[in-house]
């Protein structure tokens, strides 16, 4: 197995990330609140976060799709949350 899997947080799951909760935001003001509709997650270098690209909640949720995720942050895995069955 991977030395860290990528949780499994489902396509269009709604993220609410607090300021301690991500880093390295594209365009995002660090240490604010921020909202991330999901569009990928792929891994990080660093143990225990990973790269989140998704939209904000102002783009139009059925064209998620339709152009490249306008958001991308680094976010601590602890806080999303894992679509668990
Ligand atoms: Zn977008």
Sequence with gaps: MARSALP???VGTVLRLRG???RSGR?????T???VVLANLTRADKEGWVWVHGHGPQCSYPHVESHPPCL?????V???RPDAP
Aim: charged letters at 25%.
């Design 72 to 76: 991308e942050l680094l976010a601590r």
């Design 20 to 22: 301690d909760d991500w």
């Design 78 to 80: 602890a806080a999303l």
């Design 27 to 31: 365009g995002l003001t660090p240490g």
């Design 8 to 10: 499994r947080v489902a």
């Design 33 to 35: 609140g921020v909202v």
